[in-house]
Structures are given as structure tokens and as C-alpha cells.
């Protein structure tokens, strides 16, 4: 069974520019979340989806946004880039709905992406 | 509030012999899942071990076993047999009932020596 897959894996962006990231997960995986991980904030939840509904949303400005589609694939936004969104992101998928403490999460193979 | 807690900014160990990486955590739910991660320098974060709050065992898989000692709330990775290929970022990770996220630690960085 293929893994989380994630598109583009690099990303360079100027400040100002918006950028669309892309996650596909694990056939039958119903939920997908997304990470942002920097050097100096650790990884951080970004938000989380499920039958194209965010459940949860971390501590992140609006700029950061996301959708998820029927076929459970899930992008998402940051619009407005700024210079500290340079980060690898993350999306991971897991296989129920209830987001009970027994799931687990896989991740993809991250998108870099770097704002300059 | 959720946290988890990794002390041990890198270490090191020798090829074929056995490391354990710390992890503590803080919650006050009464339910929730511990999670170890390994991410290789190509970023992709890899699942390696799962233990939940209401197990009576540690958790084992393969190379990996997790010394869960809940009263301590503590749950350290062990890694036996260290390979070249063990070399990488661990990461110890919290999930509660209150919603899908999961809480990571700063990380262990490994380096496994010849």
C-alpha cells in the first residue's frame, strides 16, 4: 500500500506570494492533519481534517489555511508569505474519524519550503 | 495543558549495542496514546511504536520495546542491536481525546557509531 505522499517536496517563494501545498493520504485514510516543523518552534499542529471538515485548528494566523476533498486529499494555504514561514510541513493521515488516542498518524515525506 | 519532554538534545552509541532515549510527558487526561517517531535527515517522519495509557504491557516492535512507567509518567524509547541505519532525529509524541493533534517533543538527535 503506497504511503502519504506529498507535492511539490521543495518549494522556494518570495515574501508576499502564496503557496499551495498538497497531501494524498493512505488509500482508505479518512483524516488528514498538518505539521509545520522549524528549527526553532519544534513540530506544531496546524490543523486537521476529516470528510472536508477541519476538526481542529492550531495557534496559527489566518494566512494558514486548508480544505480537504472528497477523495480525502487535502491542501493547504498560506497566503501573504512571510519569512518565518520557512519549515518543513508535514501532513499525516490516519485511518478512523474519531480522533481517539489510539490512532496513529503516518507522515508523508514533508514539502520544504523556503521564503525569501 | 499537554507536554512532552525530551532532555537529551543528542547522543550517542556504539554500532550493536542497546540506547534509550528518554521521553516525559504531563496531561490530565485520563486517556491517551504515546507515540515514538523516527525522522532520518530527508524529513519523512517514520513511525516506530505506539503505547497507550490503559496498557498492562510495554509496547514492543521488533528492535524497538517502550519502558512505559505510568506513575512515573515516563516513556522511554529502548532501541536494541543499534545499527549504522539508526542514526537520526527521534521524537517522543503525545495524543489525547481532545482532538486529533499530536503533541511532539523537541527531539533526540542519534548517532550511531561504528
Known amino acids: 500500500k503506497a504511503g502519504v505522499t506529498q507535492t511539490p517536496r521543495y518549494l522556494i517563494k518570495t515574501r508576499g506570494q502564496q503557496v499551495t501545498l498538497s497531501c494524498s493520504p493512505i488509500?482508505?485514510?479518512?483524516?488528514v492533519s498538518w505539521y509545520q516543523q522549524t528549527p526553532g518552534q519544534g513540530l506544531q499542529f496546524l490543523f486537521e481534517y476529516f470528510s472536508e471538515t477541519q476538526r481542529n485548528k492550531g495557534n496559527f494566523p489566518g494566512r494558514f489555511s486548508g480544505r480537504q476533498f472528497s477523495n480525502s486529499r487535502s491542501e493547504m494555504n498560506v497566503s501573504t508569505l512571510e519569512l518565518g514561514d520557512s519549515a518543513l510541513y508535514l501532513c499525516?493521515?490516519?485511518?478512523?474519524?474519531?480522533?481517539?488516542?489510539?490512532?496513529?498518524?503516518?507522515f508523508g515525506p514533508g514539502t520544504r519550503l523556503t521564503v525569501l | 495543558a499537554q507536554k512532552i519532554t525530551q532532555t537529551q538534545p543528542g547522543m550517542f552509541v556504539q554500532e550493536k549495542e542497546a540506547v534509550t532515549l528518554d521521553c516525559t510527558y504531563d496531561?490530565?487526561?485520563?486517556?491517551?496514546?504515546l507515540f515514538w517517531y523516527k525522522q532520518p535527515s530527508s524529513g519523512e517522519m517514520i513511525f516506530l511504536i505506539y503505547q497507550g495509557s490503559y496498557d498492562q504491557q510495554n509496547a514492543t516492535e521488533g528492535r524497538y520495546s517502550l519502558n512505559f512507567q505510568k506513575a512515573r509518567k515516563s516513556a522511554n524509547l529502548v532501541i536494541s542491536a543499534s545499527q549504522l541505519g539508526d542514526s537520526a532525529m527521534y521524537f517522543c509524541?503525545?495524543?489525547?481525546?481532545?482532538?486529533?493533534?499530536?503533541?511532539f517533543g523537541q527531539g533526540t538527535e542519534l548517532s550511531v557509531k561504528p
Open positions: 496531561t490530565s487526561d485520563p486517556s491517551y496514546g
Open positions: 499525516a493521515s490516519s485511518l478512523t474519524d474519531r480522533g481517539r488516542f489510539t490512532d496513529t498518524q503516518y
Open positions: 488509500s482508505g485514510h479518512r483524516s
Open positions: 509524541a503525545m495524543r489525547g481525546n481532545q482532538g486529533g493533534k499530536l503533541i
